[in-house]
């Protein structure tokens, strides 16, 4: 986004539009920093939602949303802070091996970075909770996670996997919910 106010209306809808057409509603860019998925196949899509629209406009008043690097909030972040943080899920197989939402993949050294992260702003006194994917639904012997973050709480979550290029394989999988702060209730 940059200050041309015009012009990031513009961005906001054309990526709105991309969201509601392409497959799952999925968003990530080729190492080149494009987007790269393709079409959804969608009869009549929900394109512009005007009344969640408008209550999220409403939601997000004097909030201040930034895009980069998530080491880049660390000065906003204190002991007043919840930090939900969602990165780009470990592969549990090699079928489920991409990790490039972005120009850069986000493999075994950027999930300890993270984690290193995460030390840090527990630190400062924020309230954290990091998901991602449950290592265990294909080998129990691995135990990453759990040495990563073995001073905070792990859950496991049963979640509905919606990206799947087979749809048949869509559906139910545990995942990791990880906090420093309290037990999680779904």
Do not use: W
């Not at 009869?43 to 930034?66: H, S, T």
């Not at 969602?86 to 197989?93: A, E, G, K, L, T």
């Not at 489920?96 to 120009?103: G, L, M, N, P, V």
Request: a neutral charge; proline letters at 3%.
């Amino acid at each position: 986004m940059n200050g041309d106010e015009k012009a990031n209306v513009e961005k906001a809808a054309l990526f709105i539009f991309l969201n509601k057409t392409c497959f799952n509603g999925l968003f990530r860019v080729n190492k080149n920093g494009l987007f790269n998925v393709p079409m959804g196949a969608y009869k009549k899509p929900l394109i512009c939602d005007k009344e969640n629209l408008l209550a999220l406009n409403k939601l997000l008043q004097g909030v201040k949303i930034l895009c980069g690097d998530y080491r880049n909030c660390m000065e906003f972040i204190d002991e007043n802070t919840f930090v939900y943080i969602d990165p780009p899920y470990r592969p549990i197989n090699i079928t489920s091996s991409f990790t490039a939402y972005s120009e850069k993949a986000f493999d075994d050294s950027e999930q300890i970075a993270l984690g290193k992260f995460v030390d840090q702003i527990h630190e400062k006194g924020a309230k954290i909770v990091v998901s991602n994917s449950d290592p265990k639904n294909a080998d129990q012997n691995d135990d990453f996670f759990e040495r990563l973050y073995s001073k905070y709480k792990i859950e496991r979550v049963y979640a509905k996997r919606m990206i799947n290029c087979d749809g048949e394989n869509r559906g139910n999988i545990s995942e990791l919910l990880i906090s420093n702060h309290c037990a999680i209730t779904l």
